[in-house]
């Protein structure tokens, strides 16, 4: 009697293998429920009785292999019992599959991710095909997790530990040809041959991988040595107050074997932290903002740029990485050069040197000085100065020449939609779209109402920031909008500390000590002292006076990063400081402070929908402390008023009710 599952099927050839399909019941992705893991686990036991000549496990889906576990059932757990109970599920069944007396083999397309590449590492074999999607991962400590399913165990063993422990501490992910290089996949593949190259590959009898002799000796007798190296540079990036997940993984390694079950301590610390509980907020947050995008029937393929500068020439360059065909506007070829240039640059990086695929790219950019590619753009972005009529004259220009369908978008960060909109005839069609600086690195994307904006423009916009997987948060059109409406307050306060004597290294310490990944000094730096003087000027009105150091240095032409000079002397891209010395109790939530302020005002006025999509904004937009949960929620949580910490300030308190 055959017996049916209802997230797996198996399929038997003629040479014996036994092909497992995971294709999780309603659901558009594979994750690896408790419920598909009991399915899995009675499986294998039925192999046990009756073995395949070999097994192959492919995703039925075309979505990816499996991206993880079940985000929502780790959510739900309630008590250290639970906690346990998930951990050896997955586990124990894992290591049935790595002690599988037939050869097994993971046939991996798309994503693989957490608790999909600690299935493909419980095979002997792995084949991984040779495209874009795939991209193999171990992202738990993302999520103040560890890899507790036997990634921790099995990835050191098969390609050693340093290039396991880089992967794991960090989170990041390798695409197919990496995978193969670092000996993580056994062969890489096109699409066409994939499973015809799994079925040779499992019948082979190829010994699995086995490391050098070196290599074992790190991952065994000299583990400790190993650990305590990259407990050290864990430790300049992350500090195990906000993030303990990192430092857990080193522990388990090193002194249970990646063994997740026998690290009871190590784990309950992870599973009952508040980091892991906010850092899955922060997913959480991340997939209600990616919900924004899905516009299912507007897919742009062609966009014109108006602005060659840094910001519209590395926007015009993302779209033309992201597959789009792109048209770039300014006065002359002379002046876009420049922007294909830095694209160059970015595409050689971001494309690791593939000289054909870059080549791909840069014929996607197209110098456009006289606009002729806004006639049959899906979306137009303009990007020039921030003048208010040399905008509304070029959306006039623009609304005449574009498509009636096409996205009509500002990336204005300082003007009023409504003062630009009421040159159009249609002023419906003008939304923001409005990016961050540095492009391809910022993942958030603000989507701007204005008074008339169209929904159905504000959709296709927010389709439009998904295709280029950055995260539309929608805002309505105010003075900085979210980000810059709680940064300039932020920025601002931090200035007035130092013009009070406080050496920045000093400020720039007690905010890192807090948790941001940027002291507000290097970040004003790194923005430029004129652009921060200009914003401050748009947010607050020409009454609020900068602060006279500021305007000393914007006047000497130190205007941070850019010049070489600013607060801090740049050299080769860094910023050159002194010894920070101790920070003066309570900076950090002087400074702090008016960034919460400005958040619940932000949500009090509407600028953004709710609390949680302005932690998600803040976060995404400024990189705000997400061990926190983001500002709002940091405030709920009892803001600084922790054991040992000061009382939240009055005025906050004050605005939370």
Same mark, same amino acid.
């Given at each position: 009697?055959?017996?049916?599952?209802?997230?797996?099927?198996?399929?038997?050839?003629?040479?014996?293998?036994?092909?497992?399909?995971?294709?999780?019941?309603?659901?558009?992705?594979?994750?690896?429920?408790?419920?598909?893991?009991?399915?899995?686990?009675?499986?294998?036991?039925?192999?046990?009785?009756?073995?395949?000549?070999?097994?192959?496990?492919?995703?039925? !889906?075309?979505?990816?292999?499996?991206?993880?576990?079940?985000?929502?059932?780790?959510?739900?757990?309630?008590?250290?019992?639970?906690?346990?109970?998930?951990?050896?599920?997955?586990?124990?069944?894992?290591?049935?599959?790595?002690?599988?007396?037939?050869?097994?083999?993971?046939?991996?397309?798309?994503?693989?991710?957490?608790?999909?590449?600690?299935?493909?590492?419980?095979?002997?074999?792995?084949?991984?095909?040779?495209?874009?999607?795939?991209?193999?991962?171990?992202?738990?400590?993302?999520?103040?997790?560890?890899?507790?399913?036997?990634?921790?165990?099995?990835?050191?063993?098969?390609?050693?530990?340093?290039?396991?422990?880089?992967?794991?501490?960090?989170?990041?992910?390798?695409?197919?040809?990496?995978?193969?290089?670092?000996?993580?996949?056994?062969?890489?593949?096109?699409?066409?041959?994939?499973?015809?190259?799994?079925?040779?590959?499992?019948?082979?009898?190829?010994?699995?991988?086995?490391?050098?002799?070196?290599?074992?000796?790190?991952?065994?007798?000299?583990?400790?040595?190993?650990?305590?190296?990259?407990? !050290?540079?864990?430790?300049?990036?992350?500090?195990?107050?906000?993030?303990?997940?990192?430092?857990?993984?080193?522990?388990?390694?090193?002194?249970?074997?990646?063994?997740?079950?026998?690290?009871?301590?190590?784990?309950?610390?992870?599973?009952?932290?508040?980091?892991?509980?906010?850092?899955? *907020?922060?997913?959480?947050?991340? %997939?209600?903002?990616?919900?924004?995008?899905?516009?299912? /029937?507007?897919?742009?393929?062609?966009?014109?740029?108006?602005?060659?500068?840094?910001?519209?020439?590395?926007?015009?360059?993302?779209?033309?990485?992201?597959?789009?065909?792109?048209?770039?506007?300014?006065?002359?070829?002379?002046?876009?050069?420049?922007?294909?240039?830095?694209?160059?640059?970015?595409?050689?990086? !971001?494309?690791?040197?593939?000289?054909?695929?870059?080549?791909?790219?840069?014929?996607?950019?197209?110098?456009?000085?006289?606009?002729?590619?806004?006639?049959?753009?899906?979306?137009?972005?303009?990007?020039?100065? %921030?003048?208010?009529?040399?905008?509304?004259?070029?959306?006039?220009?623009? %609304?005449?020449?574009?498509?009636?369908?096409?996205?009509?978008?500002?990336?204005?960060?300082?003007?009023?939609?409504?003062?630009?909109?009421?040159?159009?005839?249609?002023?419906?069609?003008?939304?923001?779209?409005?990016?961050?600086?540095?492009?391809?690195?910022?993942?958030?994307?603000?989507?701007?109402?204005?008074?008339?904006?169209?929904?159905?423009?504000?959709?296709?916009?927010?389709?439009?920031?998904?295709?280029?997987?950055?995260?539309?948060?929608?805002?309505?059109?105010?003075?900085?909008?979210?980000?810059?409406?709680?940064?300039?307050?932020?920025?601002?306060?931090?200035?007035?500390?130092?013009?009070?004597?406080?050496?920045?290294?000093?400020?720039?310490?007690?905010?890192?000590?807090? /948790?941001?990944?940027?002291?507000?000094?290097?970040?004003?730096?790194?923005?430029?002292?004129?652009?921060?003087?200009?914003?401050? !000027?748009?947010?607050?009105?020409?009454?609020?006076?900068?602060?006279?150091?500021?305007?000393?240095?914007?006047?000497?032409?130190?205007?941070?990063?850019?010049?070489?000079?600013?607060?801090?002397?740049?050299?080769?891209? *860094?910023?050159?400081?002194? *010894?920070? /010395?101790?920070?003066?109790?309570?900076?950090? %939530?002087?400074?702090?402070?008016?960034?919460?302020?400005?958040?619940?005002?932000?949500?009090?006025?509407?600028?953004?929908?709710?609390?949680?999509?302005?932690?998600?904004?803040?976060?995404?937009?400024?990189?705000?402390?997400?061990?926190?949960?983001?500002?709002?929620?940091?405030?709920?949580?009892?803001?600084?008023?922790?054991?040992?910490?000061?009382?939240?300030?009055?005025?906050?308190?004050?605005?939370?009710?």
């Amino acid at each position: 009697m055959s017996v049916t599952y209802k997230h797996w099927y198996i399929e038997r050839d003629a040479d014996g293998l036994a092909w497992l399909w995971f294709d999780r019941a309603e659901s558009a992705a594979n994750t690896l429920s408790a419920e598909a893991l009991d399915e899995l686990a009675r499986i294998l036991a039925a192999f046990e009785a009756a073995p395949p000549a070999g097994l192959i496990v492919a995703s039925a !889906k075309s979505a990816g292999f499996i991206a993880g576990a079940d985000i929502h059932e780790f959510s739900a757990l309630d008590s250290p019992a639970a906690a346990r109970a998930l951990i050896a599920r997955g586990w124990n069944t894992f290591e049935r599959l790595a002690a599988a007396r037939y050869p097994t083999l993971a046939l991996v397309r798309g994503h693989c991710l957490g608790g999909g590449l600690e299935l493909a590492l419980a095979c002997r074999y792995r084949v991984v095909v040779d495209e874009p999607a795939t991209r193999l991962a171990l992202p738990e400590v993302m999520l103040g997790i560890v890899p507790g399913w036997g990634g921790m165990k099995r990835l050191p063993a098969l390609i050693g530990p340093a290039p396991a422990l880089d992967l794991m501490l960090t989170g990041k992910g390798v695409d197919a040809r990496r995978a193969k290089r670092i000996g993580l996949a056994d062969e890489c593949v096109p699409e066409r041959v994939m499973e015809n190259a799994a079925r040779m590959l499992v019948l082979s009898g190829r010994p699995a991988h086995r490391l050098p002799l070196l290599l074992r000796l790190l991952n065994g007798p000299l583990k400790a040595v190993v650990a305590r190296q990259a407990r !050290k540079q864990v430790a300049r990036r992350a500090r195990p107050q906000h993030y303990p997940a990192p430092y857990a993984i080193l522990d388990i390694w090193a002194r249970h074997g990646g063994n997740a079950l026998a690290a009871e301590r190590e784990m309950a610390t992870i599973l009952g932290s508040p980091t892991a509980q906010n850092l899955v *907020r922060v997913f959480f947050l991340q %997939e209600r903002l990616k919900g924004f995008g899905k516009d299912g /029937g507007f897919a742009p393929r062609r966009v014109h740029v108006v602005g060659a500068g840094v910001m519209g020439g590395d926007i015009a360059a993302w779209c033309a990485l992201r597959g789009m065909t792109v048209t770039l506007q300014d006065q002359s070829v002379e002046r876009i050069a420049p922007a294909i240039a830095r694209a160059t640059k970015l595409y050689d990086r !971001k494309l690791r040197g593939d000289a054909r695929q870059v080549r791909f790219a840069l014929d996607r950019l197209i110098p456009d000085p006289q606009g002729h590619g806004a006639a049959r753009a899906d979306v137009i972005v303009e990007a020039i100065f %921030e003048n208010l009529e040399a905008k509304r004259e070029l959306f006039q220009t623009l %609304e005449a020449r574009a498509k009636p369908d096409a996205v009509l978008a500002t990336n204005t960060s300082s003007l009023r939609l409504e003062d630009i909109a009421n040159a159009l005839k249609s002023p419906s069609r003008l939304v923001g779209i409005h990016f961050f600086n540095p492009v391809a690195m910022m993942p958030l994307v603000e989507v701007v109402e204005g008074a008339e904006s169209d929904a159905g423009a504000l959709s296709r916009a927010a389709a439009f920031v998904r295709a280029l997987d950055k995260l539309p948060l929608p805002v309505k059109s105010a003075p900085g909008f979210l980000v810059n409406a709680v940064l300039g307050p932020y920025m601002l306060e931090a200035l007035r500390c130092v013009e009070e004597g406080i050496a920045p290294e000093t400020v720039d310490e007690a905010l890192v000590a807090f /948790g941001m990944p940027m002291g507000p000094i290097e970040l004003v730096d790194t923005v430029g002292l004129d652009i921060a003087v200009a914003a401050g !000027k748009a947010l607050a009105g020409e009454a609020a006076e900068p602060p006279k150091k500021l305007l000393d240095l914007v006047a000497a032409g130190h205007l941070g990063r850019k010049s070489g000079q600013g607060y801090y002397r740049w050299v080769a891209g *860094r910023a050159q400081k002194g *010894r920070a /010395g101790t920070p003066p109790e309570g900076l950090a %939530e002087r400074i702090v402070t008016p960034l919460l302020q400005a958040a619940q005002r932000c949500v009090r006025d509407g600028v953004v929908p709710d609390a949680d999509l302005a932690d998600a904004g803040v976060i995404f937009g400024t990189g705000f402390a997400p061990f926190t949960g983001g500002p709002l929620h940091f405030l709920r949580q009892g803001g600084f008023a922790r054991p040992g910490g000061a009382a939240v300030p009055a005025a906050v308190e004050a605005a939370s009710h």
